[in-house]
């Protein structure tokens, strides 16, 4: 009987996450409490499995800001995907530029576990997890793309490039499909790069042309110029074929200024609009067509196969047993469902965890071993 109240209150849970679309909530990492926006379109079903997109805001922005921005969430409606706003430690993102006001938290870090807190919540396709986003989001998103041990499938970045220390450190550890959209009259991050702002927006594209060692030149194509009035034009360059089957693709707003394209909000940026094309529209359909290798526990560091590590749970003496087949030692972390670190420590083997002192509830278990983890979650109920 005790479990089937469980089971209630889980399944209690999952029904309220999908009846209320739209949810402000937090984790704690690294010992800060970070908090996000997550949109979960009506038509969600836990049986289904749905990608991820992350929209990382501007500096000084928030993630309600670019929420309203994008419109990513009328997109993640039809298209059905479920869409994460975080937002950075004050109002901006780690993009390894030391420029004042700038960000030193672990955002790879923290993007990576708001990824295993909605795995939780959520029936998330690992293989088609995604970032973008605007100015120091997009930044923040390269990042991802060059740092992450977790295998993005895509990234793009709308008026942001790289700084110059992140350029230089950036090695990825497989080949993605990068898209850049960005105005050449954008006076906040210029297009040609400067002291402030970084890489070029060509430094940036030729970085990913040669990690996917992608053909060139480019396919080349003038979009149609659909508002006359904006001030502005699109040229559209393709790179591929690429190999492991990416793409890279580069939009050149002509005359655009530091803005995202297609946006009704006036408040998002400085300069020209570009209203030929939407910027939102354009990243999902470019985002749709990738997907990490399958499967992500050989090709993906960040996960190993899942006879590596075997967990059993004895529900009669409270304790939960995670022995390595190899008998290797590694280390085991607690997560609670916010996030937060209960408890760590190092086996030889095997990792005995009397959980008797936590409260019921839903819990992470991260086992880690060289560059290789592995993600549980459990139920505890007394």
Not at 282 to 288: A, D, G, K, L, R
Not at 297 to 306: A, G, L
Request: with cysteine; hydrophobic share 35%.
């Amino acid at each position: 009987m005790k479990n089937y109240f469980l089971c209630s209150i889980i399944l209690t849970l999952f029904s309220s996450y999908q009846v209320k679309s739209q949810t402000n909530a937090t984790i704690v990492h690294n010992g800060i409490t970070r908090n996000y926006i997550v949109y979960v379109p009506s038509t969600y079903q836990p049986g289904n499995s749905w990608p991820l997109v992350y929209v990382l805001h501007g500096f000084t922005q928030s993630a309600s800001t670019i929420m309203n921005v994008s419109g990513f969430n009328a997109i993640a409606d039809t298209a059905e995907f479920i869409v994460a706003y975080p937002n950075g430690v004050g109002n901006a993102w780690n993009t390894n530029s030391g420029m004042t006001g700038g960000s030193t938290a672990d955002d790879i870090g923290f993007i990576g576990a708001l990824t295993d807190t909605l795995q939780l919540l959520y029936n998330i396709d690992t293989n088609r997890v995604y970032s973008c986003g605007f100015s120091a989001g997009g930044y923040m998103s390269h990042r991802l793309a060059c740092e992450a041990p977790r295998c993005y499938a895509a990234v793009a970045s709308v008026a942001g490039t790289m700084s110059v220390n992140a350029f230089n450190a950036c090695a990825p550890s497989r080949d993605i499909s990068v898209m850049q959209i960005h105005g050449t009259s954008d006076a906040i991050v210029s297009y040609n790069g400067s002291a402030q702002g970084g890489k070029s927006v060509d430094d940036v594209i030729g970085l990913w042309v040669g990690n996917n060692s992608c053909a060139t030149p480019p396919a080349v194509q003038l979009l149609p110029n659909i508002n006359t009035q904006d001030n502005s034009t699109v040229e559209k360059s393709v790179y591929a074929p690429c190999s492991s089957g990416t793409e890279v693709n580069l939009y050149k707003v002509i005359g655009g200024g530091h803005q995202w394209p297609g946006t009704n909000s006036l408040f998002g940026g400085l300069g020209a609009i570009n209203r030929d094309i939407s910027a939102s529209a354009e990243i999902w359909n470019f985002f749709s067509r990738f997907s990490c290798p399958l499967p992500s526990s050989i090709n993906n560091p960040e996960f190993v196969t899942s006879v590596d590590f075997i967990l059993t749970q004895d529900h009669s003496n409270d304790i939960i047993t995670i022995q390595h087949e190899g008998n290797f030692s590694f280390k085991a972390e607690v997560y609670d469902i916010t996030g937060k670190k209960m408890f760590q420590e190092t086996a030889s083997g095997t990792f005995l965890f009397h959980h008797h002192a936590l409260p019921s509830g839903i819990y992470i278990i991260k086992v880690i071993t060289g560059k290789t983890v592995r993600t549980f979650k459990v139920s505890l109920s007394f």
